[in-house]
């Protein structure tokens, strides 16, 4: 399976992003995929699951100005962050979310939010 996340790049505090994540197999039985990121020096975290059944749940981070959504159709899964915070810089990955067990990571998209 491959990850391929994109749509990061520089942004104003206050602005937004939407990131995209096409998977390399059909994603209609995956149960739940993830938004994750990882910042400089710190670990990596789930910030947005969306399930079979398009369910959101999100870190409390991002609640109220992230949406997370998948198209089975394209087998891709999207993030629409909205009043973006300098916090939010990071480094974004899609995938999985399965009791620790991950496909290979991709390279994810870098988000730089500053002024």
């Known amino acids: 399976v491959q990850l391929q996340a994109s749509g990061g790049g520089l942004v104003q505090p206050g602005g937004s992003l939407r990131l995209s994540c096409a998977v390399s197999r059909t994603i209609f039985s995956i149960r739940n995929m993830g938004w994750y990121r990882q910042a400089p020096g710190k670990q990596r975290e789930l910030v947005a699951t969306i399930t079979s059944d398009f369910t959101a749940s999100y870190a409390d981070s991002v609640k109220d100005r992230f949406t997370i959504f998948r198209d089975n159709a394209k087998n891709t899964v999207y993030l629409r962050m909205n009043s973006l915070k300098p916090e939010d810089t990071a480094v974004y990955y899609c995938?999985?979310?399965?009791?620790?067990?991950?496909?290979?990571w991709g390279q994810g998209t870098q988000v730089t939010v500053s002024s």
């Open positions: 995938n999985r979310v399965r009791d620790g067990t991950y496909f290979p």
